[in-house]
DNA sequence: GTGAAAGCGCTAACAG
DNA sequence: CTGTTAGCGCTTTCAC
C-alpha cells in the first residue's frame, strides 16, 4: 500500500491534522513545522489520495468535457486548451467523445457528472431544455452555444462570417452561396446571421468531406462565383470535387471555409478561412467553470474570431 | 447532498451491506430482494460514491492516456478507440497531451498514476529505463513502442514500410529517399527497418508539416524519383512544397505517407500511404490494461498495416 | 441470505 | 499554532 498522511504524520512527529493542514491551508502552519512536514512529504513521496479526499471536500479536482467529434481537429485543439488550463490548476480532465449524437452527449454528462466537479460541452446539439437540466445537475459550460443562463465561451461566428462576406464582396463577387451545416447545429445558424442574408442559402449538408462534396455539385448549378462553406471539413470537400470537375480555384470559383483547422494551410489552395482561437477557448472555458465552483454566476464570454485569407479566394471572374 | 446508499437501503428495508451486495455481487443476494433494491434504486436514481468505493476498493474505475500530440489527428483517433471500450465497460479517462517531451510524459504518467487504475503511452520518447520504472509504479500499456517487460500493441510499421518500398519499386522506382522522423521516435527506427537498407536515408525532421517541406527540399537534390515520408503530416508539408516550386506529383515525384491520417484521402493528390487501425489500437489497449489488472502477465499485440494506394505515387519517370 | 460493525485515508470542527 | 475526534459513503469480514 502506498504511503499514508499518517506516515508523513509520524516521520514529521506531528499529528495528521497538521499535516493536512501544512499542505491544504499553509497559512494556517508555523513555517518550520510546514518545512519539516514538506521535507518528509518529498523524502517519502506522499501523495495525498484523491479518494479520500473528496469523499470529505465532495470536490473531486477532475473535470469532464463532450465533444461531438474527435475527428474534426478543431476539436482535439479544444481539449488541447482544457488540459492545459486545467492542468495549472492541478486537475484532471475526462474526455468523451458523443459522435454527435444528443442523446449520448445527456448521457455521457449524466454519468461524468457524478465524478468531476464540472463539465465543458462543446457544439452541444441538445436543446435548450435538455442543456438546462443539465447544468441544474453539474456546474457546466459550453462552447460555441448559447442557452440562458448557462455558462459559455463562443467563438465569434457572426462576426468572422461578416468578414468573410466583407471580404468576397471586396473582391467583387456579387453572387455568392453559403454551403450550410446540419439543421440542429446552433453554429450553422449563428453563421447564417452572419451572412445578413446576403448570401443564397443552399440546404444543410454533413459537416464533413463528403457533405462538402455534394454541396459543391449543387452549388455549381447556382452561377454563383464564391462558396462559403460552414466549416473547414466542408471546404475541404468542396476543394476536392471542385479539382475532379477541373473547375479551378480560386480563378473560377472562391471558396471560403471556417475554424482554420490544421489542413486548412495545408491543402492547395490553402483555404481562406475564419480562424478560431480553440486553444483559448477550451482555457477559458475552464475559468468559467472554477467561477462556477466558487460560487459565481453563469457567465458568458466571447472571443474575436478573424479571417485568414489564403490562397482560395480572389477576385470575382468578369462577365463570362 | 445526493442519494445514498443507506436511502435505498431504508427504502428497500434491508441493510445497507445487502444494498451494496445487490449492486456488485448479485450472486449472493436472493433474487426477491435484489429486484427489490434494484427497484428502489431506480426510483430514486441512486448512482454510488465511486470516491468512497474506490477509497476502500483501491480501484478507481478510471484509466489514462498520454499521447505526444492532440495536433496529430493519428492519436485523437487512438483517444476515440480507448474511450470506446473503456466506456463499454464503464470506466472513464483521463488525457494529456505531453506536447512531445519525455520529461513532461514522465511526470504526467506519476500524476496520473495516482488516479486511475492504469494508463496507455502513446509513442512514447522517454528511455526503455523510464518507462520500465513507470510499468513498476502502475499498469502500463504502450502503444506504438516495444520495451521488454511491459504490455504493448503495435501497428506494424516495418510491415506496412516493406509494402511501400515494394509498391515503389513494382513502379519502377529505382533511386528513392527515407525522410527521417525525430531521431528520439521509436517508429522512426522502425519504420527505417522496413526499409531494409533499399532506401536512401535523409536526416531527421520534424515530424509535421514544416518539417516535410524542409526535407523535401533537401531531398530534391538528391536526384531521387520518390520521396518516403515518415509520417503524413510530413508528406503533406511535403506535397505542398513541391507544389510551390511547381514540380508536379505523381509525374516528376511519386510520395508516400504514414499513418494514413483523416486528411491523406482529402488532399490532392490524394497520398499514397500505410492505413494504421489507429480506434483499433485503442481499443486492444484497453483489453491488455484489463488484462494486466485481472493479474495477467505484460503481452505484447501487434495489428496489421496495410498500404494505401492513392494517386500521389506513379511509374518512375523515364531517364530524362 | 442477511445484518452489524469495522474501517479505507483524509479533512474539518472543536479543544487546548 | 497544534492535537483529538468524528465521520465522508462505501465494501467487507464476521456473526447469525
Known sequence: MAVTIRDVARQAQVSVSTVSRALSAPGLVKEATRQRVLDVVAGLGYQPNRAARSLITGRTGNLGIVVPDLGNPFFPAVLRGVQTRAGEAGTSVFFCDSREDPRTEAELVRTMAAQVDGVVLCASLMSDEQIVDLADLTPLVLINRIVPGVSSVLMDSASGMDQVVAHL???????????GGPEAAWSNHRRMQGLRGRAQLLGSFEANFGGGG???????????????????LMALGVLSRLAALDVKVPQQISVTGFDDILYAAMCSPALTTVHMPTEEAGQVAVDLLAGLLDGGPAEQRELPTNLVIRASTTAAAKHE
Do not use: R
Not at 464582396?169 to 454551403?179: A, D, P, R
Not at 452549388?219 to 466549416?231: D, M, P, S
Open 214 to 232: 455534394t454541396a459543391a455539385e449543387q452549388a455549381l448549378k447556382t452561377g454563383a462565383t464564391a462558396f462559403i462553406a460552414y466549416n473547414d
Open 169 to 179: 464582396e471586396s473582391l467583387g463577387h456579387k453572387h455568392y452561396v453559403y454551403l
